[in-house]
């Protein structure tokens, strides 16, 4: 079990396991977006109060819970780095921030459509679109921080510091914005999601947030292949691999 | 089915803007992840080729 | 036999932690013009605010618990790039790490050091400005407390964000991105008590919570921060 | 008792060295020699426990450094290639809170003897922003007049040293192991120091 997981966690192992993986990711995603489509416009009933701009949670509320979700295993992967001092967890860790940056930045941006109109303003200050903006703040910070610094095991071993304060402090941030929410606001609207939603809206945004999760999975793979291309750049495995591949 | 006609689905109650702009951008924006790393590995390999050719 | 040990323990912790603390007390005060950096800044960025707003008071009194204590937060991450930068240039950061005391221990020495040179400053001046914008008396108090109760959270969670940026290049603006967002909670709390004395409302239950990310960072930051130093050292 | 074992470094994407390892017992002295850039400092830093080897374990007492801090630093003396020094304090400020930091409770007589011992006595009361570089170095020295530790580990403790300091440093280093020290030192100098074993690990590109 040990040597198993050593044996794996080598970039040189580990890199065409990665790229056998990732087509039947990519297969899932694809099938789960369809899936998801499907019953987002076509079975999905128009919302009485909403009309059809509602359907927009179908790619809003699956993109925010990606970016919290993709935050969370990135910081389980750097604390396995930290922790093991395994380098693969910590290109995990490297792998996954931009996916979940840009997940986050599509909720952003699909809530502020929504709420064009629904609340008349593209933006408003409500305590989840807040905590999503900071969110973005926390993936920015990660990103720039690995990114300045040069030496990899250091950028690695920093970055993933940071991600696991970020995961402390992000229920203390959510829940610090939604106190200061409920003061500043008599009432808030609450995002698409009815008291009483139709269990086919449920249904359709499971499908979106399985395929965005595939996806996710999928597009990570590729990115820790490419960092350990890039990396193990001076190594015979890859040198081995870039003149076999182009042959 | 929901729709009347397909130029009912492609209106959405009048929310065409803002339900197909999310849809799209979000659309982009995974593809475009997908094509840009697709570049990155690739120039990764050549790099590496010229490398591996010293 | 066992209580002498212990007692010798307690001892050299005691003494290695004053050192560290007089040390950096010392160094402050044979470089004065540093604090007035801080201070400065902190006047001159509430100054700039009625300047774009307009001096009418009632709006001025409404912006002045969030201008306040951003200020204040801006401040104190502008000093915090002198945190642990001298020391690991110097060597000296290295005989912390070497020291016998566990480093989280004299982590917070140093974190103290810079609070009483850059936080406690602000502290007292706010309520001289806090004038400025027509805060009236029990509002004074009360944002004196908050910053009082806030700043030293402030001071532990930046200690992390200079720690992980120690010797990288652009630390200062990195330093900023890294540590801002997790400034929000004090923030929210401390604006947020000023705020509801304004309004005639208690502030114990945002002060309560103010105190309670203060206690939480000064549990968890000295260890997040020695880490960061093992890691920025290597 | 130190033992290394196996020990790698890695910085950046170079190997700087792998399968280095030793045994240092009471009174033993070992020089590490190498070119520049063949990470003899690395060595040195990893053997403080500042740098994590890539691989390999160090013991001291047959125990690791790294889970036995607590009673492994308070043996150790090194100094680096930085001297350690505050611009703004005096050399005998920093002698004192460097020796007080690393746990010995000194007094100014104390501090101002180790001064003088190597030879800058002249120099207590001058913030250190005023020394030459020769004079900084000797007052980071001057720390071994003060500690009890029983492992030194040096980087290039004679460089910037004129010939009288580097005969009283070797003489100082001599006295350590005739006391059962053990010492573990870089240089580019040839000086003697008595020791009662001597061993050289060679570190090669």
């Given at each position: 079990m040990h040597i198993h997981w050593f044996k794996y966690s080598s970039p040189q192992t580990f890199y065409p396991l990665a790229g056998k993986m990732i087509p039947w990711f990519a297969a899932l995603a694809v099938l789960l977006t369809i899936a998801g489509l499907y019953v987002s416009f076509a079975i999905a009933p128009t919302d009485?109060?909403?009309?059809?701009?509602?359907?927009?949670i179908f790619v809003h509320v699956p993109a925010a819970w990606m970016s919290m979700f993709i935050y969370i295993v990135m910081a389980g992967w750097a604390a396995l780095g930290l922790g093991f001092n395994a380098r693969l967890s910590a290109m995990m860790a490297q792998a996954l921030a931009p996916t979940g940056a840009i997940f986050t930045l599509l909720a952003l941006v699909t809530g502020s459509l929504w709420g064009?109109?629904?609340?008349?303003?593209?933006?408003?200050?409500d305590a989840r679109l807040t905590s999503e903006l900071i969110l973005l703040f926390l993936y920015l910070g990660f990103m720039a921080l690995q990114s300045s610094i040069d030496d990899p095991r250091r950028a690695d071993r920093a970055g993933a510091l940071l991600a696991l304060v970020g995961v402390v402090n992000v229920p203390i941030i959510y829940f610090s914005v939604k106190w200061w929410n409920t003061l500043h606001q008599g009432?808030?609207?609450?995002?698409?999601?009815?008291?009483?939603?139709a269990m086919t809206m449920l249904l359709g945004m499971l499908l979106m947030a399985l395929a965005f999760w595939m996806y996710s999975i999928a597009v990570a793979l590729m990115r820790v292949r490419c960092i350990m291309l890039e990396r193990e750049r001076s190594t015979d495995w890859v040198k081995a691999l870039s003149t076999g591949g182009q042959a | 089915m929901q729709w009347a006609s397909w130029s009912a689905f492609f209106n959405m109650g009048g929310y065409a803007f803002y339900v197909w702009f999310s849809f799209g951008l979000t659309a982009l924006c995974l593809i475009w992840e997908v094509l840009a790393l697709r570049k990155r590995s690739q120039q990764a390999l050549r790099l590496s080729q010229l490398l591996a050719q010293d | 036999m066992n209580t002498r040990k212990t007692n010798a323990k307690t001892n050299a912790w005691t003494s290695a932690w004053l050192t560290v603390l007089k040390r950096d007390l010392l160094l402050a005060l044979r470089r004065r013009s540093d604090i007035a950096t801080t201070l400065f800044f902190f006047v001159i960025v509430s100054s700039l605010f009625p300047l774009g707003i307009g001096p009418e008071a009632a709006v001025l009194s409404s912006i002045a618990p969030g201008v306040l204590w951003v200020a204040a937060l801006l401040a104190g991450m502008i000093s915090l790039s002198r945190l642990f930068a001298a020391d690991f240039t110097d060597g000296t950061l290295e005989q912390m790490l070497l020291a016998p005391q566990p480093l989280a221990w004299l982590v917070t020495a140093k974190i103290l050091a810079h609070w009483l040179v850059c936080g406690l400053p602000v502290v007292l001046l706010a309520p001289l400005i806090g004038l400025q914008y027509a805060l009236p008396n029990e509002a004074l108090l009360v944002l004196v407390y908050s910053l009082l109760l806030g700043t030293p959270a402030l001071s532990l969670i930046g200690a992390i964000g200079a720690a992980l940026t120690l010797?990288?290049?652009?630390?200062g603006l990195l330093v900023a991105l890294l540590v801002l967002p997790l400034y929000i909670p004090a923030l929210i709390f401390g604006a947020g008590a000023v705020a509801a004395s304004q309004h005639g409302m208690s502030a114990q239950a945002h002060l309560s919570l103010l105190a309670a990310c203060s206690l939480l960072s000064l549990v968890l930051a000295p260890l997040a921060t020695a880490a960061a130093l093992r890691i920025s050292v290597e | 008792m130190l033992i290394a074992q196996d020990l790698a470094c890695v910085r950046g994407d170079r190997l700087?060295?792998?399968r280095v390892g030793f045994e240092l017992s009471a009174g033993g002295l070992l020089y590490v020699l190498g070119?520049?850039?063949?990470g003899k400092s690395s060595l040195l830093r990893m053997l403080c426990g500042l740098l994590m080897p890539e691989q390999g374990e160090i013991f001291w007492q047959n125990k690791k450094i790294k889970e036995n801090a607590e009673n492994y630093l308070p043996n150790l003396t090194y100094i680096g290639h930085?001297?350690?020094?505050?611009?703004?304090?005096t050399a005998l400020e920093n002698l004192q809170i460097s020796a007080r930091l690393a746990g010995n409770d000194v007094t100014d007589k104390q501090t101002l003897a180790a001064l003088s011992a190597i030879g800058i006595a002249r120099c207590a009361?001058?913030?250190?922003?005023?020394?030459?570089q020769g004079q900084k170095r000797r007052v980071a020295l001057a720390m071994l007049w003060l500690t009890q530790s029983q492992l030194w580990i040096l980087d290039?403790?004679?460089?910037?040293?004129?010939v009288a300091a580097t005969e009283v440093l070797a003489t100082r280093l001599g006295e350590h192991m005739a006391n059962g020290g053990m010492t573990i030192i870089t240089t580019h100098q040839d000086v003697a120091i008595n020791a009662r074993n001597t061993q050289t690990l060679r570190l090669n590109a």
């Open positions: 009485f109060q909403q009309g059809e701009a509602y359907r927009i064009k109109p629904m609340w008349g303003a593209w933006w408003v200050w009432s808030t609207i609450n995002m698409g999601v009815a008291p009483k939603m | - | 010797g990288v290049r652009g630390s | 700087l060295f792998k070119e520049n850039g063949t930085l001297n350690g020094l505050k611009d703004d304090l009361n001058l913030p250190a922003r005023v020394l030459s290039e403790p004679f460089a910037a040293l004129d």
